[in-house]
């Protein structure tokens, strides 16, 4: 059985920093592509950024209003991911998911992403 969880969210000032981390256990980690995902209030989930299966990290994002503002990085040792976002805004309050990727490569499709967490809430207070 696939068991995901999300942490390191919270209640964090405008312009302040917050760094979510993802635990997985059960699947081949190593093998598949790794994305982080967002819903914030009034919009669809969306996706923020993904790593494919050998990649390390990156700062692109998906999302143009976090583009330079977000770190995404996996550790293939510890089956662990984190997102590390600076210089946050009220408008990036939500609840942020990870998930698993089917194959070893990144897709901008929410149905290719299986084994998602329950997410963690990060509110930005202005």
């Known amino acids: 059985q696939v068991q995901v969880a999300e942490s390191g969210g919270g209640l964090v000032e405008a312009g302040g920093s917050v760094k979510l981390s993802c635990t997985f256990d059960?699947?081949?980690?190593?093998?598949?592509?790794m994305g982080w995902f967002r819903q914030v209030p009034g919009k669809e989930r969306e996706e923020v950024s993904c790593l494919d299966y050998r990649s390390r990290d990156t700062t692109m994002s998906y999302v143009a209003s976090l583009k330079g503002r977000v770190t995404f990085s996996r550790d293939n040792v510890q089956y662990t991911l984190t997102l590390q976002m600076n210089r946050l805004r009220p408008e990036d309050t939500g609840k942020y998911f990870c998930a698993a990727a089917r194959g070893e490569y990144c897709s901008e499709s929410l149905d290719e992403y299986t084994d998602w967490g329950h997410g963690t809430q990060v509110t930005v207070s202005s």
């Open positions: 059960g699947l081949p980690f190593r093998q598949l592509a």
